[in-house]
C-alpha cells in the first residue's frame, strides 16, 4: 500500500510555527494524479491538510447526482467551491426514479433555477449531462457559456418545451459530444392521432456542421414512438461530415418518409447511406432502436462494435465482424421469437456485450410453432449462444402472472460464460426474497461476476408506458486476497418503502461455498 510522510518527527520546539511545508503544494497536487487505488489516495488525504487541498481535483473529479438529493448537494457546493475545481463532469438526473408529477416537475424547476449559482464554480467543467423531465431552464446554458470554457460535451432532455432558435443552448462551440434526447409525454398514451414531424432549430444544425468540425459522439432524439414521444425531422443530419465522428444514436427522429413522393424517397434513402458511407471507416457505434423512419442500410463494409437496434436491420448490414456489443432492445422478443434470435446470436461468436428485451405475457396457440415460456431456461440458452460474453443485461417486462422470480435466476447462469457484469429489469410480483439474496446465490453459481445490478420495476412497461423504477441494488464483489474468492458484496441499494423512499449502502458477507465444519470458523481471507 502506497505510504507518504509528509514531514519527519521534530520536536514541537524545534519547529517555527510558521515554517513552509518542505514539499511544494504543487508537487503534492502531481503526485495526487498518479493515486489509482482508493485506499492510497486516503492515506495521502490524511497526511496533513496540505495534502488534502493539494488532492481536491483528484478527488472530486465527477459529481453524479440523484432525485431528491440534487438540490442539497449543490447547495452544499455552493457553500464549498474548493471541491469543483477539479470536477471535469457532472450528472444531474432530478427525475430518477421519480413519477412526473406536478410537483417532481416544480422541485426539477427549482434544480434548474439555482443551478446557474453554483455553475460559474466549475471552471474545469468538461461534460454536462441533465437527465430530467424537461429541459433547464435557458440561464443554465449561458452559465456554461460564460464560466465553463473547457466545455465539451453537452446532454439534455426535453418533454413538451419548446426548442428555441435564439437558445444559449445552441451557441457553443468545439464540442465532441452533443445529445439531445426526448423523453415520454406527461400523459402517456395520447391515442392515435396524426403526428406531425418538427424541424429541430436552424441554430443547432449551424452549431453542429459548422462550428463542431471535431464532433465525435452524437445523439438525436429518444425512445419510443409517435403515441409517447415527439417526432423531430432529421434530415439535415445528412449534410454533416464530421472526420471523427465515433457514434451516432438515432432515436424517434424522421429521416425517410414512406408518405411521400418516390423520388424524394430515394433521396431520402441515397443521403442517409452517404452519411454512413463517409464516416464508415470512423463509425463504432451505432443505435438505431427505432428504424421505422430511418432507411435501412445494406452492407457498407462498416467496422462497427456497437449496434442497437431491431434484428431485421442488422440482417441487412451483415457481415459484421469487429461487432462486439449488440443492443436489441427496439422491440420486446416474445416466445415465438426467441428461438430466431439465438439463432441470429451465432452469427456473433465474438460478441462480449449483450443487452436484451423479452416480454413474454403473450403466447402463440400454434403448436407447429417452436416457443419456450419458462425465463430460465430462455436466459440459459440465450447465454449457452454466447460463450464469450463478459456483460449480459437482460429486461422483461412479463406480466406478474407469466413472470419469474428474482431468486430462481442463478440457475440460467450454470455453466455459462464467464461474466464479468449483470444487470437484469423485472416487474417486481409478491415474495420476492431481499435484493441482497437474490444477488448472493447468483454471485455463489458465477464468481467471475465483479458487479452485479438488479432492477424492480413497478408494473410492465412497453412502447406506450414508460418504465417506472420500483427498486434498485448495486452489488460490487469483493474478493479475498488469499483464495480470490467472493467473500463479500458492496451494496448501495434505493427505492420506494413502505411508507417513504429509502437509500442505503453497506457490505454483506457471502456465507463461503465450502461447508463450514464448526460454527466458530473464521475466515482470514480478508
Known sequence: MFTFKLLPKVAPASRSVHEEPRVPPELLAEIAKFLFQPSDVVNFCLASRVAYTAALPVLWTSLSFNGVKCQMNLESLLHRPERTMGVKKLFLRPGYLREPTPETLAQECLISNNLDAVLPNFHSLQTFVWDGLEAPDEKVWKALLESCKKIRHINTTITEHQLSEDSALFSFSNLVAFSLATKYKWMGHQGFIDVVAEDFPTAMWDMLIDRCPNLQELALGGPGTSLTTRLFNARRLCKGKWPQLQSVSLGHVLLFDRERPASVQEEDINSFRKFIRYHRKTLKRLHLPYSTKIPHLSSENLALETFSGNIPYLIDMLPLDSLRELILCSEEHAAWYIPYVKRVLLRFPALTTLVIWINLSTRLEDPTIEQDTDHINIFYSILQ??????????????????????????????????????????????????????????????????????????????????????????YQTIYGKKSKEPVRLSAREEGAGLFKRFSRKYEHNLVPLRTRMFSGFNNDDD
Open 385 to 474: 449462444t454466447c460463450p464469450n460474453l463478459q456483460h449480459f443485461k437482460v429486461l422483461c417486462s412479463t406480466k406478474t402472472k407469466y413472470g419469474f422470480q428474482m431468486k430462481d435466476f442463478h440457475k440460467a447462469l450454470k455453466d455459462g460464460p464467464n461474466l464479468r457484469t449483470l444487470e437484469v429489469y423485472k416487474v417486481y410480483t409478491l415474495g420476492e426474497e431481499d435484493m441482497v439474496q437474490s444477488a448472493s446465490n447468483i454471485i455463489r453459481q458465477l464468481p467471475s461476476l465483479e458487479q452485479i445490478i438488479l432492477r424492480y420495476t413497478t408494473n410492465p412497461w412497453s412502447f406506450y408506458e414508460r418504465m417506472v423504477l420500483r427498486q434498485t441494488g448495486i
